[in-house]
């Protein structure tokens, strides 16, 4: 745990009691801080209690003793409209932040030199901070891996002092953080790339693009993608403004920074790392991921050398292109990490014979922008509250049914592939959707399609991932 001394003495509203809310609480208390927790859930105020947090319905709250309200990410900050929480704390004057905010003041208090790598950006941040973990490991340092890709921060280890220590903390940031988040200052940030996403909570593209250039904004060091529109014009304004800018491309050649010729990734024009035979990294959005996570490693000290050899032993990522069982020539392959279209195409584009389960909360352009690989699909199983809207993209161009729930897609995907006949078939959960309407978030969604493919008869394990196939 990291405790929050920040806070010593003051009173703190905490509003969200779900994982990382209540981390949020036990740390301001460890630090010192008077906190009251509410949640609009009775299942996160029974924990609260049963840990020993003071929990209080905050709209009967004394809002002139507060200091600050720590809001979890989940809850809505401005779109749709602003929690009653939020609209309490704005009208009685009080600061609103969250988690990673609570961190990064703990840090500067503590040990402002500590390492401290944050990592955002549309699709591959998960994949991309699993993978800077993975090296700055391998190259004999104390890893502290947490946020938005599943430890809580504040649950992590607290910073040490000195480079010496050897400790670098290494975060996913979603843009719901990264918006509760107004002072915090990594060592080095990353910004992958941006397509829609989250317009529901952000009400604008040019709002979630915004909120995603703070992050590297802020940053000693600024590794940011340029492959698409946003992203160039965000590392533009960086180096007009004077910051160090580190770009990455897949897409061109770079005379300053890292690109990709063949397999090969390249820095300043020079080979530093060979991706050839890493099934972990394979395709051009994994060379972006990795050509990424070796700039940030570089930036705080890790030889090239020793940075590159980590790349062969990555393991790859949970949810993410992952192989979870076999019966004959039936894959099963959980992908539940593609929470929108762009994710998802990456993993239509690795296989040619989909039965496919899709659907959830939609985002911006729902699933239209994956007409061009509608031919490879044999049959869609549509889910959730996007069904509707999915099918009549879908109308006459790949058959459909409309299976409701995660459990009667698989069973219908199961038994429809196992009687294909034409080769090697793939029944692929990749739902382009977030998990919302059904499932608290993407990682229960994807360990249930686990667990229930591993309970199907014929269904054996397999070892390695999709993508080594």
């Keep these: 745990m990291t405790p929050v001394t920040a806070f010593n003495g003051k009173r703190v509203f905490v509003f969200g009691l779900g994982g990382s809310g209540l981390a949020t609480a036990q740390a301001l208390i460890a630090g010192g801080a008077i906190v009251t927790a509410w949640d609009d859930g009775e299942t996160g105020r029974d924990k609260a209690r049963a840990a020993g947090v003071a929990v209080a319905d905050l709209r009967e709250a004394d809002w002139s003793a507060a200091q600050a309200l720590v809001l979890s990410p989940g809850v809505p900050l401005t779109h749709p409209a602003p929690h009653w929480s939020v609209s309490l704390a704005r009208a009685a004057g009080v600061e609103i932040v969250g988690d990673i905010e609570l961190f990064a003041r703990e840090r500067r208090l503590i040990a402002p030199d500590a390492p401290f790598i944050a990592i955002t950006g549309t699709n591959g941040k998960s994949t991309t901070t699993a993978l800077i973990a993975h090296l700055l490991r391998e190259a004999g340092r104390d890893v502290q891996l947490g946020g938005n890709i599943g430890t809580a921060i504040l649950s992590l280890d607290p910073p040490a002092r000195g480079a010496a220590a050897g400790r670098v903390h290494v975060v996913e940031c979603s843009s719901f953080q990264i918006d509760l988040a107004p002072t915090f200052d990594p060592t080095v940030g990353v910004l992958l790339n941006l397509t829609p996403d989250h317009i529901d909570r952000h009400g604008t593209m040019e709002n979630y693009a915004a909120i995603k250039e703070r992050l590297v904004a802020a940053s000693g060091t600024a590794v940011v993608g340029v492959d698409d529109a946003h992203t160039r014009a965000i590392a533009a304004r960086l180096a007009r403004a004077g910051g160090r800018v580190v770009p990455v491309s897949v897409e061109r050649a770079l005379a300053a920074g890292f690109s990709l010729t063949g397999t090969t990734i390249l820095r300043d024009g020079l080979a530093v790392a060979d991706l050839a ?89 729902g699933i239209a922008p994956l007409t061009e690989y509608f031919p490879k699909i044999v049959h869609a199983y ?52 977030a998990s919302y309407d059904q499932f608290p978030n993407f990682e229960v969604r994807g360990d249930r399609f686990r667990e229930a493919v591993q309970a199907l008869t014929q269904v054996g394990p397999v070892s390695g991932r999709a993508d080594e196939t």
């Design 277 to 365: 035979g890493i099934g972990s990294l394979r395709g051009r959005h994994n060379a972006q991921n990795a050509a990424a996570a070796l700039a940030a490693v570089i930036a705080i000290g890790v030889p090239g050398a020793v940075a590159a050899r980590g790349l062969a032993t990555f393991p790859g990522l949970a949810h993410r292109m992952e192989l979870v069982g076999r019966a004959g020539d039936v894959l099963f392959v959980n992908d539940s990490k593609a929470t929108n279209a762009d994710a998802t195409a990456k993993a239509l584009a690795s296989f040619e014979r989909i039965f496919w389960i899709v659907g959830g909360r939609a985002k911006e352009g």
């Design 382 to 433: 549509l889910i959730g509250e996007s069904s509707a809207d999915f099918a009549r993209t879908l109308n006459g161009r790949v058959p459909y049914s409309l299976s409701g729930t995660l459990d009667q897609a698989l069973r219908q995907a199961a038994a429809a592939a196992a009687n294909d006949r034409a080769g090697e078939a793939v029944v692929l959960l990749s739902p382009a959707c």
